[in-house]
């Protein structure tokens, strides 16, 4: 069955380390995003991919840093310029047009997700 | 900047019933797509609904249908018939020419039985 996997599912990070989450797709679409879920709060975009060895900033990009090797994988590393990286986060991904173009009416798909706290 | 805004932070519906959960959104731009989403306590998130704004047709699966107010801005998610697995927290989102999508503060909902 085609998905998204997010790995792992619960995350520890001591301070001043770096960590990475990874975010796995194989429903062959070029657009990836990272999302940050906050209690309270709907989702927040921090980066997005529309096509590989290409991404931009979302909302809240600052302390996080990604990239896009590869169509199938959009690893998100959480830097310890990131002062409260405590939060759920969600990889998601989406068709586009072929050249790179978002559709706006494609729907994402979304992974199950990594929590992940503060040692 | 496009927002999204659900005002109800909670609510409670008695299994069998129908529920409606409130979003108005705010926008310039005249195309669009708005999108509910449902998130369970396994916190995957699925997409329950899709409405167009260029459609004046109201979306509908099965149990759950919108009610899609395009000059008042309101984005409102039907469920008839509530069952128990219809608990969780749910999502409006707004999709426009960036196509980055912008969601809402979410809403608890919780199915009595």
């Known amino acids: 069955d085609g998905g998204i996997t997010q790995s792992p599912k619960y995350l520890f990070r001591k301070e001043g380390q770096n960590v990475t989450l990874s975010c796995e797709q194989n429903l062959n679409h070029d657009a990836m995003y990272w999302y940050r879920q906050d209690p309270g709060q709907g989702l927040r975009l921090i980066y997005y991919s529309q096509i590989v060895n290409d991404f931009q900033k979302g909302d809240i990009a600052e302390g996080y840093s990604v990239s896009r090797e590869k169509k199938e994988s959009f690893p998100l590393t959480v830097t310890s310029a990131q002062k409260n990286p405590t939060a759920f986060y969600l990889c998601?991904?989406?068709?586009?047009?072929?050249?790179?173009?978002?559709?706006?009416?494609?729907?994402?798909?979304f992974g199950d997700g990594t929590r992940l706290s503060i040692l | 900047a496009q927002t999204v805004t659900q005002s109800q932070p909670e609510m409670s519906v008695q299994e069998a019933e129908t529920v409606t959960l409130s979003c108005t959104y705010d926008t310039s731009e005249s195309d669009y797509y708005l999108f509910w989403y449902k998130q369970p306590p396994s916190r995957q998130m699925i997409l329950v609904i899709r409405?167009?704004?260029?459609?004046?047709q109201n979306a509908t699966e099965n149990r759950f249908s919108v009610n899609f107010q395009k000059a008042a801005k309101s984005f409102s998610l039907k469920i008839s018939d509530s069952q128990l697995g219809d608990a969780a927290m749910y999502f409006c989102?707004?999709?426009?020419?960036?196509?980055?999508?912008?969601f809402g503060k979410g809403i608890t909902l919780s199915v009595r039985p």
């Open positions: 409405q167009e704004a260029y459609k004046q």
């Open positions: 989102a707004y999709t426009g020419a960036n196509s980055k999508l912008t």
């Open positions: 998601a991904s989406s068709l586009t047009s072929g050249t790179g173009v978002l559709y706006s009416n494609q729907p994402q798909h």
